[in-house]
């Protein structure tokens, strides 16, 4: 099933929460999909340099009692911001983890 604009922009404000909803309910002129999607991205999307991104990932470690999969999810919001290949992805989320060396070489 393909959904036509109207459908997605009906779906996206219906679905809106928390901060996203407030900042919308406060905007005037969003009616089309194109016009609120343009909007959440111009407010919430968030682009930083290059270096500071790598320096983000780079210094990043799992935290205690942060699962593995949660840790991977977030190193792949940071990496999202800007433009990270995945091997390099990979390194850091590697590099990350606390662990002895011997056992990051089977991550690798």
Same mark, same amino acid.
Do not use: C
């Given at each position: 099933?393909?959904?036509? +604009?109207?459908? @997605?922009?009906?779906?996206?404000? @219906?679905?809106?929460?928390?901060?996203?909803?407030?900042?919308?309910?406060?905007?005037?002129?969003?009616?089309?999909?194109?016009?609120?999607?343009?909007?959440?991205?111009?407010?919430?999307?968030?682009?930083?340099?290059?270096?500071?991104?790598?320096?983000?990932?780079?210094?990043?470690?799992?935290?205690?009692?942060?699962?593995?999969?949660?840790?991977?999810?977030?190193?792949?919001?940071?990496?999202?911001?800007?433009?990270? +290949? +995945?091997?390099?992805?990979?390194?850091?989320?590697?590099?990350?983890?606390?662990? +002895?060396?011997?056992?990051?070489?089977?991550?690798?």
């Amino acid at each position: 099933m393909e959904w036509n +604009d109207l459908h @997605k922009y009906i779906f996206a404000k @219906k679905s809106l929460r928390g901060l996203a909803k407030l900042y919308i309910q406060g905007e005037a002129g969003l009616n089309s999909w194109r016009s609120l999607k343009r909007a959440l991205l111009k407010e919430f999307s968030t682009k930083i340099n290059s270096v500071k991104l790598h320096e983000t990932l780079r210094t990043r470690q799992i935290k205690k009692g942060e699962s593995a999969q949660e840790y991977l999810l977030v190193m792949k919001e940071i990496a999202s911001r800007g433009s990270i +290949d +995945d091997e390099s992805l990979i390194q850091y989320v590697i590099n990350g983890i606390a662990d +002895d060396d011997p056992n990051k070489i089977v991550l690798s």
